[in-house]
C-alpha cells in the first residue's frame, strides 16, 4: 500500500478515535498513552537495577558482606520494575479497550448504515458475501492497527531512540553504532521482505473472499442446486477457490520462514558485536560484570520486540488496506439522495401521478417510454402486459429505488425527488412478487411491517392474510423458525407473510406486484377478498400477470414495450379487442387446458 495512501487511510481512522461529544474516551486515549510512556520509561530503567545488584553481589562474593542487603533491595526493585512495566501495559490495554471497541463499532455501524442507503444498482452490482467480508476484515482492521501501531511499532521506535542514547552516554559511542546499525539492517531487511510476502498475503485474501462468496452464493440457493443435482458442481467450484488458498497460504508460510530466519542471524550478529565489545571491557576494567549483564538486558528487550516487527509491519499494512476498502465503501455517493432542502412527504389522500415517465437502466435499454397515468386517491389501477414490459419497473421508481429519466412521479401532487426517501417509503406498502423473508421466526417477519406492533395486531394481520390458522397448527407457532431466505415455507405461505406484513404496515398506498402468482386458485380466491378489504379506501396499484385478478380494478392499463397500448375498465378492454383481449383469451385458453388435464388425472 502507497505511504501517502496509508497516511490518508489513518487520517480517516483519527477522528473516531478522538470522538466529539465523547470526554470519557479522549480521557482513556490520554491515560493510555501516559500509561505507554511510564511502561517505557519502567522498561528502560531495569537493565539499570539488575546492572548495579549484580555489582553489589560481586562485593559480597569478594567479602564486603554488607553489601548483602544492598543488592537485596536492588533484585527486589529490579522486580517491581519488571512487575511495574507490565502493570502499566495492561493498564494500557484496558484502559483503550473501550476507545478500540467504539471504533470498530462506530465505523462498522456506519458503513452498515451506509450500504443501506446506497442505490439498488449498487447492490445489483455487487456480492453480499463480499461486503459483508470487507466489513468484517475492515472492523477487524482497526483493532490490528491500533495494537500494532500505537502499542507497538511507534513505542519500539521511541525505546530504540532511548536505548541508543542510553548505550551511547553510558558506555560509548561504539556500543550505539553497533546496535542502531544493526536494528536499521533488520528494518530495511524486514521490509523488504515482507513487501515481497505481499503478494502471496493479496492472493490468500482473494482466494479467501472468493471461496467465501461462493459458498455463500451456493448455500442461499440449496433448493437450486438440489433441484439440479450440482453438489458436485458446487464442490468443485469451492475446491478451486479453496486450492488457490491452500497454494498461496504454502507460499506465505516458506517466505515467513526465510524472514524468521535472516531476522534470527541479523539480531544474533548485532548481539554478538555488542557482548564482545563488553566483555572486552570487563577485561580491560573499564566495565564491570554488571554492565555486561546491562548491555546484554538492554538489547534482549530491545529485540524482544523487534521479533515481531514483520508481522507487525505485515498485519498492520494489510490492515490498512483493509480499512481503506471499507472507508471506500463509506465514500460511494449515493445515485438516489434527498436535496439538501427535502421535507417529508405531506400525505393527504395517497393520489399517485407517473407523468410523462421515462426510464432506461442503461442509454441502451429503454425500458418506460413516457408513461402517464394516475391512481386516484382510494381507487385501484392495475398495471398488465407481457413479461419485460416494465411493469414492476413501475414499483421501483414509486418507492424511488431509481429516479426517471425524464419525467416526474408525485404522491399528492408533491414530486418525489422533492420530499425524503424515508417518508415516501413509509407511505407506501408493497407485496413483491418475490419474497424473501428473514432467518427468523415467522412472527418476527410479519412484525416486520410495524417493529412495535403488539401480539394481537400480528394476530389480525396473519389472518387477515389467510395464514393464521397455518401458523397456529405449528408446534411452535409465531416463534417458527422460517429458515435462510424463508426456505422452509412454501412459495405461497411467504406470499401471505408479506401480505400479512403489508397489512401490519397500514400505509396509504399500496403496491401488488404480483401478490398472488404463487398461490393455487383456490387460496388464490380467498386471499383476493382480503386484498380488496385491505385495500379498500387506500390508494392500489396492482401489477398483475394473471388477468383473473384485476376484473374489479377501477382502471386497467396495458403495457406493451414500455409504452401504454390501452388503458380502461375490464369490459371495456374486452370488447375493444385489442391487446388485453388477446391476453385474455390466451389465459382462458390455458386455463381450460388445465381444467381438461386436471378432469383426465381424475
Not at 285 to 308: E, H, K, R, S
Not at 481 to 486: C, D, S, T, Y
Not at 576 to 583: F, K, L, N, T, W
Request: a neutral charge; proline letters at 2%; charged letters at 25%.
Amino acid at each position: 500500500m502507497p505511504q501517502d495512501q496509508s497516511l490518508q487511510t489513518l487520517k480517516k481512522l483519527a477522528p473516531y478515535l478522538w470522538p466529539k461529544n465523547r470526554t470519557d474516551l479522549r480521557v482513556r486515549v490520554i491515560v493510555a498513552m501516559i500509561s505507554l510512556l511510564l511502561a517505557k520509561g519502567v522498561n528502560v530503567a531495569v537493565p539499570f537495577f539488575l546492572k548495579a545488584a549484580i555489582d553489589k553481589l560481586g562485593l559480597v562474593a569478594t567479602g564486603e558482606k554488607a553489601m548483602f542487603g544492598a543488592a537485596l533491595g536492588l533484585t527486589v526493585a529490579y522486580a517491581l520494575a519488571r512487575i511495574g512495566q507490565q502493570a502499566f501495559s495492561e493498564f494500557r490495554d484496558f484502559i483503550f479497550a473501550r476507545v478500540t471497541q467504539h471504533t470498530q463499532r462506530t465505523i462498522g455501524l456506519e458503513t452498515f448504515e451506509h450500504l443501506h442507503a446506497l442505490s439498488l444498482a449498487f447492490h445489483l452490482d455487487r456480492q453480499t458475501g463480499g461486503l459483508s467480508r470487507v466489513i468484517e476484515r475492515g472492523t477487524r482492521g482497526i483493532q490490528t492497527v491500533l495494537q500494532f501501531m500505537l502499542f507497538n511499532i511507534l513505542p519500539t521506535i521511541a525505546e530504540v531512540a532511548i536505548v541508543t542514547a542510553v548505550l551511547y552516554l553510558t558506555f560509548g559511542w561504539d556500543f550505539a553504532l553497533i546496535t542502531i546499525g544493526t536494528i536499521i539492517v533488520y528494518v530495511i531487511f524486514t521490509i523488504a521482505v515482507t513487501n515481497w510476502r505481499v503478494q502471496f498475503r493479496k492472493d490468500m485474501m482473494q482466494k479467501d473472499t472468493e471461496a467465501n462468496t461462493k459458498a455463500v452464493d451456493s448455500l442461499l440457493n440449496f433448493e437450486t442446486v438440489k433441484y439440479f443435482t450440482n453438489e458436485d458442481h458446487e464442490r468443485r467450484r469451492f475446491d478451486v477457490a479453496l486450492e488457490g488458498y491452500e497454494r498461496a497460504a504454502i507460499q506465505s508460510q516458506t517466505s515467513l520462514s526465510m524472514l524468521n530466519c535472516g531476522q534470527g542471524l541479523i539480531i544474533a550478529a548485532g548481539l554478538v558485536g555488542v557482548m564482545a565489545l563488553a566483555a572486552f571491557g570487563v577485561q580491560d576494567g573499564t566495565m564491570t560484570v554488571g554492565d555486561f549483564v546491562a548491555v546484554n538486558t538492554f538489547l534482549i528487550q530491545l529485540y524482544l520486540p523487534l521479533n515481531i516487527l514483520g508481522f507487525a509491519y505485515r498485519e498492520t499494512t494489510q490492515s490498512l488496506i483493509e480499512m481503506e476498502k471499507m472507508f471506500e465503501l463509506l465514500s460511494v455517493d449515493r445515485d438516489i439522495k434527498d436535496k439538501p432542502e427535502a421535507r417529508d412527504l405531506d400525505l393527504a389522500r395517497g393520489a399517485v401521478e407517473f407523468s410523462d415517465v421515462s426510464f432506461a437502466y442503461s442509454s441502451d435499454r429503454p425500458i418506460l417510454k413516457r408513461v402517464s397515468f394516475t391512481v386516484p386517491a382510494g381507487k385501484t389501477v392495475a398495471i398488465v402486459g407481457p413479461s419485460g414490459a416494465g411493469k414492476s419497473t413501475l414499483s421501483r421508481l414509486l418507492f424511488r429505488f431509481y429516479d426517471p429519466t425524464s419525467g416526474a412521479i408525485r404522491i399528492d401532487g408533491q414530486d418525489l425527488r422533492d420530499v425524503t426517501q424515508t417518508s415516501v417509503r413509509r407511505a407506501i406498502g408493497i407485496v413483491p412478487q418475490d419474497t424473501v423473508l428473514f432467518n427468523d421466526t415467522i412472527g418476527y417477519n410479519i412484525r416486520y411491517g410495524r417493529p412495535t406492533a403488539d401480539d394481537v395486531a400480528v394476530r389480525e394481520a396473519a389472518d387477515l392474510a389467510q395464514i393464521g390458522g397455518f401458523i397456529e397448527r405449528l408446534p411452535k407457532k409465531y416463534d417458527a423458525l422460517v429458515g435462510e431466505r424463508g426456505l422452509k415455507l412454501s412459495g405461497g405461505e411467504k406470499q401471505r407473510v408479506a401480505i400479512a406484513r403489508t397489512i401490519l404496515k397500514n400505509p396509504q398506498i399500496l403496491v401488488f406486484d404480483e401478490a398472488t402468482s404463487a398461490l393455487d386458485s383456490a387460496t388464490e380466491q380467498s386471499i383476493q377478498q382480503s386484498l380488496r378489504d385491505v385495500s379498500k379506501n387506500r390508494t392500489t396499484l396492482v401489477i398483475a400477470h394473471r388477468l383473473s385478478t384485476v376484473i374489479d380494478a377501477d382502471e386497467i392499463i396495458v403495457l406493451k414495450n414500455g409504452e401504454i397500448a390501452e388503458r380502461g375498465r375490464h369490459e371495456e378492454l374486452l370488447r375493444a379487442a385489442g391487446e388485453y383481449a388477446r391476453m385474455w383469451r390466451l389465459q382462458a385458453e390455458a386455463q381450460d387446458v388445465r381444467l381438461r388435464l386436471a378432469h383426465l388425472e381424475e
